[in-house]
């Protein structure tokens, strides 16, 4: 039985310039669902994640959140609702402490269950709790970004490169986690190069290339599907 | 009257455009906004004013002797100053305050040293006959003016065009870290770039009593405020952008002063305002800045 | 410093009351103890105009050049007020407050820009407002170069007193705002405007509010000065050196705390006292060297070496 989904996003374009980063991509997730999202660099996967989370408005198509059109609303009000995200390249408050950086979401736009020990404790983060965050390593920072949106009790999460610099011990451990909060029914978009970490996650994945989506369906099949390795592999 | 205008201001506004043009090098180069570069100018006033009363020596010699001074003096004030700037936690406004106390201290030894009174040359040392053009007649002063900053703007470009120095400077416009990465001499250029464009405030300001009429140590500011406006008209970071803020400026002032005379000292501010609400990338600009 | 908020504002209870009180006490004593009553008002001045910088370039990082405007136009409100609208003193300076909160919100576009483009755009703004209110095309509506003579309300006694209580309660406004999660949201603005985005604030508004509250204490500090003075000139209300010292004030002192704007009034004002009149010239090489010096070695400011050693400063 198909639920409802969380998220819709329909034929959404994005240009800059006269480059089409996003060119009619369609795809939504459903509560309590992971989405891999791959594909080559350039392929418009961060775009979407920041067409979906405000930072970007599309040029054409429709983003639909709980049945309702969200054009018009700015990020924080995205967030309220309970979507947010990470970054790739890790955007802390880098004066704050740890813990200030993830009170601040909790103070701003919590409405879910999450407090901001769960939140730490849940990304590791609790030990380092009172450190600066500049002085986090890249990895750690990625993990703060994590905490503080979970702070606030998302509904729709969008995960862009956690993978990237992680030891296969933590990716499983993450991946474990990523997996606890779909039970709990938040849906998540991942975006991941690293696929391995993606098979862990999901069965469910878009390729994406050229800013459409090219397949869905589970890796296994994505690899062995002519068009994708045409992409992956340039034959 | 509207001929006048028009052929003044495009006289003015090369003027202006090359009185821009080295704070629009250095921020190319830098991103540091020189909030002392009409200070330079200032000093590059007096340098002429002295010269010429102390020694009949010709604005047009002095404009040498300026920029070779002032070369010097900003090259060795690149070294403890800068790098320290570019390595902080905030360098575009730490350097923008750093900028405006030397723009102080500047304007406090000018009065320390020269005084408060204006100063000025005679314009009929640059040729005592006007210039007839389409039946008006215009300062001599005001078109070698013109002319001088003419050939100082296509020097500044074949600078950057065709030297070693102007390659690495306009790499580094593009990317600092690309430009590093690929070897290029990043310091060594800032600094001579940082030279040259104090250098050449200098010399717009030894020109700077024809065309602003004196020399007086409180206009540094308003002249930096000026500068900064041609150079975001035109882009910043792009040397010949300053020429075409210039002759906006320019022209427009000169249609302001003659139609609506006490309204055009809001010029430059209202051009600045609206500029960088409508177009903050400058009318030469690529691309938008993303938030 | 910056842990949990509210709490600060509890656990730091003592010191924080202590500041508004210490100032209250100072000027309301000072008149008994000095007699150049204008030395201390304008003190005082300077001291507001500082903590309005510092609520805006402490917190927010926009740095004001232009700061002079609100406080021209909120002295040309209190004038106008006056003599066209022949309200009394109290009333005018309302009017005086509404001119700059009108003026912040036509200006609002200019917190779009950063840095350089935003400090030199606001200086640009507050050169239109001088132009426009010294017109002679004006001179029905601001008498234009010629200058407002407020003589008939002239009232030193009431003004000086608007003053003190102005003083007070923006440096009260400073500390909460420093001590609630508003002021920290400030900071996570500064640092990273998506982020703050991210975690709910909204930016635009944010920015917005507190651009209009210092808009707000510029132009109440404008309206009271051009009472106490009762006779002014555009450029005496709109002289960009006023921007400047309380600029210079505060980056001595040290942005982001309440503390800071008032010890940079009180040392570098009472210098400027000392030889600042006679002498302007070694006034400006002095503060121009110390901006300088304090860039290169001391971005924080004074207060900085306190907060180094990990003290709270209020």
Redesign the interface.
Known sequence: MSREPLLSVEKIVKTFGGFHALDGVTLSVEPGEILGLVGPNGSGKTTLINVISGLYHPDGGRVLYRGRSIASWPMHQRARQGINRTFQIPKPFKSLTVRENVELAYHFARQGAMTVDNALDFTGLAPSADRPAQSLNSSQQKLLDLARALAIGPDLLLVDELAAGLGPQELHHIADSLRSLADRSMALIVVEHHLGFVNQLTDRVIVMNAGKEIFEGSLTLAAEDATVSAVYLGT | MLEYSIVAGILFGVFFGFMALGLNLIFGVMQV?NLAHGDFVVLGGYLAVIAYSAGHINPVVSLVGAFVLFFVIAFALYFP?IP??TR???P???????F??????????D??GFGNNPRSLPLAIMGAAPWHFLGQSYQMAWVITAIVSLVMIGATYLFLYYTRIGYAARAIMGSREEAAASGLPVAQTSAIIFGVGIGLAAMAGVLSPFMIGSVDPSTG?GLT?IA??IV?IGSLGNPLGSVLGGLVYGVSVMLMQTYFS??S??V???L??II??AK?SGLLGK?VRN? | MLSSGRTHLRSHRGVNALIPLLLLAAFSLAPLVYANHAVIFQMMAFMVLAQGVNLLYGFTGYLPFGYVGFFGIGAYGMGIGIELFHLPGLAALLVGALFAVVIALILSPLLRLSGAYFAISSLAASEVLYNIVANPALTHITNGPYGESLVQSYHPLTSYVAMVVLLVLTTVLVIVIKNTPFGRALLAIREDPVSAEMAGIAVVRTRTTVWILSALIGGLTGAIFGWHLSVFYPSTVFDLSISILAIVFTLFGGGGTAIGPILGSVVLYGLYNAIGISAPQYFELIYGLLIVLLVLFLPGGVVSLLQRRGSYVP
Do not use: C, H, N
């Open positions: 906004v100053v320290r700037l902080s936690k905030d575009e406004m730490l350097s923008l305050i750093l405006f106390g030397l723009s102080q201290i500047i304007e406090a030894l009065v320390i500011l405020t900064f406006a975001v006490s309204w000292d809001l430059p501010y209202l600045l305002l960088v609400l903050p691309g938030a």
